[in-house]
Structure formats: C-alpha cells, structure tokens
C-alpha cells in the first residue's frame, strides 16, 4: 500500500497563489491514478482534480477549472496542485487520495483507497 503526506498549505490572499505538494511512500506513486479533494467548514468533503497515473490524463472540478492545475513529477513519487487565483470559497483542508479504478477519473471518492491527513488552506479576503 501507499502513504501520503500532503504540504504546502497556509494563509493566503484572495487573489493569491499557493502550490501543494502530496508525497507518496511505500509503493510508487506511478502505481496510482491520484486525486485532490477538499472538505470547507460544515460542509462535505469534495473533488477537486485527478490525474492518471502517467499524468496524460486530467480533470478538474467546475469550481477550479481555469484556477487549479495538477501535475505528478513520478520520479519524486510527488502529485502537486498548483491553485492561482484563489478565492474566500476555496478555503479548506485539502487532501491527496491515490486510485486503482480506471473510473479514479470522476472523482468518486469510493473509488480511492489510500488518503493523506490533509493540510489547511485558508484564503483571505
């Protein structure tokens, strides 16, 4: 199995930029389809983004399309998620999720078995 650590979160202006950073240990991370989900104040967990495993494949939640973009670097076993333009809304604690499903593109959250612990983002206004 994998372990995932997520980094990079923090305080940030609306308007700002921040990058997050999901390390994997354990197995590869190339063995993953991998994804990006975020759970606000009272509100339930959603998806974000997801990437194949050889990241030639993406896709993005309507709420961060244009904004947000992942990327995987496997050589580093590291899945990023670069947020631009960020908004009061997007403040929550986001969380990498690694996949098997061929269907880890929909963001199904069922289908991810492996979570990291998640880091805060809060965007200011």
């Known amino acids: 199995q994998v372990q995932l650590a997520e980094s990079g979160g923090g305080l940030v202006q609306a308007g700002g930029s921040l990058r997050l950073s999901c390390a994997a240990s354990?197995?590869?991370?190339?063995?993953?389809?991998m994804g990006w989900f975020r759970q606000a104040p009272g509100k339930e967990r959603e998806f974000i983004a997801a990437?194949?495993?050889?990241?030639?494949?993406?896709n993005y939640a309507d709420s961060v399309k244009g904004r947000f973009t992942i990327s995987r670097d496997n050589a580093k076993n590291t899945v990023y998620l670069q947020m631009s333009s960020l908004k009061p809304e997007d403040t929550a604690v986001y969380c990498c999720?690694?996949?098997?499903?061929?269907?880890?593109?929909?963001?199904?959250?069922?289908?991810?078995?492996?979570w990291g612990q998640g880091t805060q983002v809060t965007v200011s206004s």
């Open positions: 354990g197995r590869p991370a190339s063995s993953y389809h």
């Open positions: 999720a690694a996949s098997s499903s061929a269907n880890y593109y929909y963001g199904r959250q069922g289908l991810y078995a492996y």
């Open positions: 990437i194949s495993w050889s990241g030639g494949v993406t």
